[in-house]
C-alpha cells in the first residue's frame, strides 16, 4: 500500500484532468472547477482508495468512485453555504459569493449528477451496488443537514438526537467512501459492510473530536478560531451534553447563552463546561466510537499490517490539531 | 395499449403510494410530498408508461422509473422556481414560498437523488444504459438552465443558440422518457435512440407552440395571461426570430420593449411580430420540429397503430390551446 501522501496526489492529479465543456458553458463550469480545486486532505476520496488497494485492487481502479464522492462532498459543502450563508472557506470565497447564489444551486445539481456518473464507472458486476450504497449515502447526508438546521431551532435535544444527526451527516459519506472502495478492490459484501461501520464510526468520533477543539483545542494548531461554535451558540456535542443534566444547570447554560457574543461569552460558557467535566465525557465519547471503529476494523478479513493502516489514518483524523 | 388517462391514472396513484419516513423529518419530506402532488397532465411520465408498453412490457414495470423522471421535472421546477423567485405554480404557492429557501434547495437535492433511486428500478441487464440515458439527460437539462440564464444578459442571440437551450432544457427530458421507457420496454438500442429523437423533437416544438400562444393563443383557452413573456421581456423564440433581421427591424424591437411594461407594451410587440409575419414563421418552425419528431417515430419497428397512438400524444401536447 502506498502513503497517503500518494494517494492524495492521485486524486490531485486526477482531479486537474477532469474535463469539463469550454466556451458558453464557463458559467456552469468555472464554479465547479473552482469548488473541486480548494485542495484539503482529501481523506474521503483517499479512503476510498486506500480501501480498494487494500482489498487486492490497485488503487486507480477506485479512482473514477473516490472522485465521485469527493464531488458529492464538495456538492454539500456548496449548498450548505448557501444555506447557511457562509461567506469563506477553506480561506476562499466560497460558491454563492465568489459568483451568485442561483449559480451555486445550478452547479451544485450538476455536481450531484456528475458525481453519480464518476460513482457508476465501475465494473457492471459492481454497478447495482456502489450505486445503491452512494444513493443510501446521499439521502442520509441529506437527512442529517435537515436534523441539524431544526436542532438550531429546538431547546430541547438529546445525546442520542445528536449522535444520529451526525452519523447521517458526516458519519454516512466516510462509511459510504470505506464501502464502495473495498467493493472496488474486490471485498465481500460482509468485509464491505465491516468498512463501511469503520468509516460512520471513524467519521463520528471526528465530529465529537472536532465540536471538542472548538472549545479546549490549541489556538495555535486548530484550523479556526477557538469559541467559534460558542459565539455562534451551535449546538454541539458539548452544548447538547450539558443540556441534558439537571434543569438547574440547563438554565445556568441558557444564561450564559444569552451573554452577547464575544470574550465574555466564550469564557462564561467554558467555565461552566470545565465546571461540569464536560470536555473529559466529550473525550470519553470520542474514544468510545473510536474504538467501536476499530473493532469494526477488526472484524474484517484483513491482515494486520493493512488493518494498521487504516487505523493509522483513524488515528490521523481524529487525533489531529489537539 | 391504454388510454392517457389510464396511464396517468396509474402515475397518480403510484405518487400516492410513495413512501416516506415521518415524524422528525418531516420538514424534509412534506415539501417533497408537495410538490409531488401538484398535478398536471404527467405528460413526462406517460411517454415512459407507453413507451413501455409499445415495446411488449406490460406499463407497470416501467412505474418506478416513470416515477423517477417525473420527480426529476418536479425537481428542476423546485430548483428553478427558486432562483426565478417564481411564487405561484399551477394555481398554488411555490415550495420556497410555501417553505423558505432553504428547504427549497435541500428537499430538491433530495429529489434529485430519490428520482435517481427510482429511474434505477429496472432488471440488472438495463441498469448501466437507463442510468446513463438519466444521468446524460440530467446534466443536458442543467446546461439549458444555464444557457438560459445567460441569454437574458445577452443582447445578441441566434436562432440556433435559443434551439440548443430549448433542446436541453426541454427536449432532453421528453427524449429520455421516450427512451428509457422504451428500453425498459424491450426495444433495441437503436429503436430507443429513435425513441428519444421523437421525444426530444416534440419538446422542441412544444416550447416553441408555448412561446407563440403566449402571445397569439386564445386567452379563454390559454392557462396563463396572454402577452406574459412580452411583460417579462422573455427571450422567447419570436423575440430571437424578430431580432435577427436587419438592424432597424432589431432597434424598433428594442424601443418597443423599452415601453414600460403593460397593454401598451404588449401591443407595439405583437403589432411588431405581426408586421414581420413572426407568427407565421414560428409556426413554421413548429411544424418543422412536429415532422422530425414524426419521422424518428416512423423510422421504428413499432406497428402503425402504436405509432398512431404516439402522434396523437405529440399533437395533444403541441397543439394544445391553440
Given at each position: 500500500?502506498?502513503?497517503?501522501?500518494?494517494y492524495?496526489?492521485?486524486?490531485?492529479?486526477?482531479?486537474?484532468?477532469?474535463?469539463?465543456?469550454e466556451?458558453?458553458?464557463?458559467?456552469?463550469?468555472?464554479?465547479?472547477?473552482?469548488?473541486?480545486?480548494?485542495?484539503?486532505?482529501?481523506?474521503?476520496?483517499?479512503?476510498?482508495l486506500?480501501?480498494?488497494?487494500?482489498?487486492?485492487?490497485?488503487?486507480?481502479?477506485?479512482?473514477?468512485?473516490?472522485?465521485?464522492?469527493?464531488?458529492?462532498?464538495?456538492?454539500t459543502?456548496?449548498?450548505?453555504?448557501?444555506?447557511?450563508?457562509?461567506?469563506?472557506?477553506?480561506?476562499?470565497?466560497?460558491?454563492?459569493?465568489?459568483?451568485?447564489?442561483?449559480?451555486?444551486?445550478?452547479?451544485?445539481?450538476?455536481?450531484?449528477?456528475?458525481?453519480?456518473?464518476?460513482?457508476?464507472?465501475?465494473?457492471?458486476?459492481?454497478?447495482?451496488?456502489?450505486?445503491?450504497?452512494?444513493?443510501?449515502?446521499a439521502?442520509?447526508?441529506?437527512?442529517?443537514?435537515?436534523?441539524?438546521?431544526?436542532?438550531?431551532?429546538?431547546?430541547?435535544?438529546?445525546?442520542?438526537?445528536?449522535?444520529?444527526?451526525?452519523?447521517?451527516?458526516?458519519?454516512?459519506?466516510?462509511?459510504?467512501?470505506?464501502?464502495?472502495?473495498?467493493?472496488?478492490?474486490?471485498?465481500?459484501?460482509?468485509?464491505?459492510?465491516?468498512?463501511?461501520?469503520?468509516?460512520?464510526?471513524?467519521?463520528?468520533?471526528?465530529?465529537?473530536?472536532?465540536?471538542?477543539?472548538?472549545?479546549?483545542g490549541?489556538?495555535?494548531?486548530?484550523?479556526?478560531?477557538?469559541g467559534?461554535?460558542?459565539?455562534?451558540?451551535?449546538?454541539?456535542?458539548?452544548?447538547?451534553?450539558?443540556?441534558?443534566?439537571?434543569?438547574?444547570?440547563?438554565?445556568?447554560?441558557?444564561?450564559a447563552?444569552?451573554?452577547?457574543?464575544?470574550?465574555?461569552?466564550?469564557?462564561?460558557?467554558?467555565?461552566?463546561?470545565?465546571?461540569?467535566?464536560?470536555?473529559?465525557?466529550?473525550k470519553?465519547?470520542?474514544?468510545?466510537?473510536?474504538?467501536?471503529?476499530?473493532?469494526?476494523?477488526?472484524?474484517?478479513?484483513?491482515?494486520?499490517?493493512?488493518?494498521?493502516?487504516?487505523?493509522?489514518?483513524?488515528?490521523?483524523?481524529?487525533?489531529?490539531?489537539?
Amino acid at each position: 500500500m502506498l502513503t497517503l501522501d500518494d494517494y492524495r496526489i492521485q486524486i490531485e492529479s486526477a482531479i486537474k484532468n477532469l474535463k469539463f465543456p469550454e466556451g458558453k458553458l464557463d458559467s456552469l463550469y468555472n464554479p465547479i472547477k473552482y469548488a473541486l480545486s480548494a485542495g484539503g486532505k482529501r481523506i474521503r476520496p483517499v479512503l476510498t482508495l486506500m480501501a480498494a488497494d487494500a482489498f487486492g485492487q490497485k488503487a486507480d481502479q477506485a479512482v473514477m468512485p473516490a472522485l465521485g464522492l469527493e464531488t458529492f462532498h464538495n456538492f454539500t459543502l456548496l449548498h450548505d453555504d448557501v444555506m447557511d450563508k457562509s461567506e469563506m472557506r477553506r480561506g476562499r470565497l466560497t460558491v454563492h459569493k465568489k459568483y451568485d447564489e442561483n449559480t451555486a444551486i445550478l452547479s451544485g445539481d450538476t455536481m450531484l449528477t456528475l458525481a453519480t456518473q464518476y460513482v457508476s464507472e465501475v465494473p457492471d458486476t459492481l454497478l447495482r451496488l456502489v450505486l445503491d450504497s452512494f444513493n443510501s449515502m446521499a439521502i442520509k447526508v441529506y437527512e442529517g443537514q435537515q436534523l441539524d438546521m431544526d436542532f438550531e431551532k429546538q431547546s430541547q435535544i438529546d445525546l442520542n438526537d445528536y449522535i444520529e444527526m451526525i452519523q447521517c451527516k458526516t458519519g454516512a459519506l466516510l462509511g459510504a467512501c470505506a464501502k464502495i472502495g473495498a467493493l472496488v478492490g474486490g471485498a465481500s459484501e460482509k468485509d464491505a459492510d465491516k468498512m463501511y461501520d469503520f468509516g460512520l464510526k471513524t467519521g463520528v468520533a471526528f465530529q465529537i473530536q472536532d465540536d471538542w477543539l472548538d472549545t479546549f483545542g490549541d489556538p495555535t494548531t486548530f484550523g479556526k478560531n477557538i469559541g467559534g461554535d460558542i459565539n455562534n451558540a451551535k449546538k454541539t456535542y458539548l452544548y447538547v451534553a450539558a443540556l441534558q443534566q439537571d434543569s438547574q444547570t440547563a438554565e445556568a447554560l441558557r444564561d450564559a447563552f444569552n451573554i452577547p457574543s464575544g470574550d465574555v461569552r466564550v469564557k462564561a460558557v467554558t467555565r461552566l463546561y470545565e465546571k461540569l467535566g464536560i470536555g473529559e465525557s466529550t473525550k470519553k465519547a470520542v474514544n468510545h466510537y473510536s474504538s467501536l471503529a476499530l473493532k469494526a476494523l477488526n472484524s474484517t478479513s484483513l491482515s494486520d499490517d493493512k488493518k494498521e493502516v487504516f487505523r493509522k489514518l483513524a488515528e490521523k483524523l481524529i487525533g489531529r490539531k489537539k
